[in-house]
């Protein structure tokens, strides 16, 4: 069974930076994409950034040029560098595990960028 543990959110104020950490178990971690969502309240879960196997990348608009994504195959571990944040980057930020046409969720946390 796949555990997805997230960590690195809080307070932020704008245009600071934050770098969240997803801790993944039970899993061939080097055979599975990763990403990252967020999703704000009243709003619908929305894909933030995307890594592959081989290491290619991909990002929403929003936070292009702002946000990198990476990964550390022998420690199983994903992150999201985010930088030059904005208000409206507040929301909780999932990361996500797809192996074998299996999806995990983890279990969020919070970011809150606010003066």
């Known amino acids: 069974q796949v555990q997805l543990v997230e960590s690195g959110g809080g307070l932020v104020q704008p245009g600071g930076s934050l770098r969240l950490s997803c801790a993944a178990s039970?899993?061939?971690?080097?055979?599975?994409?990763m990403a990252w969502y967020r999703q704000a309240p009243g709003k619908q879960r929305d894909l933030v950034a995307y890594?592959?196997?081989?290491?290619?990348?991909n990002y929403s608009d929003s936070v292009k040029g702002r946000f990198t994504i990476s990964r550390d195959n022998a420690k199983k571990m994903t992150y999201l560098q985010m930088n030059s944040l904005k208000p409206e980057d507040t929301a909780v930020y999932y990361c996500?595990?797809?192996?074998?046409?299996?999806?995990?969720w983890g279990q969020g946390t919070q970011v809150t960028v606010s003066s």
């Open positions: 996500w595990h797809s192996r074998g046409g299996t999806r995990s």
């Open positions: 039970g899993t061939f971690f080097n055979l599975a994409a």
């Open positions: 890594i592959t196997i081989a290491g290619t990348t």
